[in-house]
């Protein structure tokens, strides 16, 4: 069964502090892995990543894929309050209608 | 980027009461647009998947009955919540392929069945 698992599920930090979450997945037909942060609404994009190995980059935001080993990483680094959400990865996988599987998501709190 | 639309962003009904839930892709054609639920501190649930012109496909769980999905067009899906009970008070979101599996998503449907 095709599954997304991410870690940790909840994760409190403080102002500065960088942070990884991980993200694991089995799917059939891999194509892309997507990163979206959600907050109070609806969830926005951040990064898709189709190869291996290569860092995408977005401020103090950065994801890598692995394909071999089935994960991927966002890394945080200086956070600050305002990337408290909920942080979602997500796999296409090519059925007859392209079904999306979402992970459960990490949810991120930043303290001052 | 694509914009998605997605309609009331607040709606309060008596139980039995039939809601729709408009999802516009404003600058874009969407042949495939997907509905979710999520619960409070849960993640996304796939309903459905909606794809103009034919029939939307129910994950399994889903009564396709209870929730009627419509794509007459390239830019709109609806959802029908009919006969809604206290049960069925969740966020509902849309969300449209923009090409190459990005997905856009609505604003979302918080929907309080009393």
């Known amino acids: 069964e095709d599954k997304v698992v991410q870690s940790p599920l909840s994760l409190v930090v403080h102002e500065g502090d960088t942070v990884t979450l991980n993200c694991s997945y089995e799917v059939t037909n891999f194509r892309s892995l997507l990163w979206y942060k959600q907050e109070k609404k609806a969830p926005t994009f951040l990064f898709m990543l189709?190869?291996?190995?290569i860092e995408k980059k977005s401020g103090r935001l950065s994801s890598i894929l692995d394909k071999k080993e089935l994960f991927s990483i966002l890394n945080i680094t200086a956070t600050q309050t305002g990337d408290s959400a909920v942080y979602l990865c997500a796999v296409p996988r090519r059925t007859s209608y392209d079904k999306v599987i979402f992970g459960p998501g990490t949810s991120l709190s930043v303290i001052p | 980027g694509a914009v998605v639309s997605q309609h009331p962003s607040r709606v309060i009904c008596k139980s039995g009461t039939s809601v729709k839930i408009e999802c516009r892709s404003l600058?874009?054609?969407?042949?495939?647009m997907f509905w979710y639920r999520q619960f409070p501190k849960q993640s996304l649930m796939l309903m459905a998947t909606s794809n103009e012109g034919s029939k939307a496909t129910y994950e399994q769980g889903v009564e396709k009955d209870k929730f009627l999905i419509n794509h007459a067009s390239l830019t709109l899906s609806t959802l029908t919540v009919t006969s809604a009970h206290p049960e069925d008070s969740s966020f509902y979101i849309c969300?449209?392929?923009?090409?190459?599996?990005?997905?856009?998503f609505g604003s979302g449907t918080q929907l309080s069945v009393l």
């Open positions: 189709t190869s291996s190995g």
């Open positions: 969300s449209a392929k923009g090409g190459w599996e990005k997905l856009f």
């Open positions: 600058d874009f054609q969407a042949t495939t």
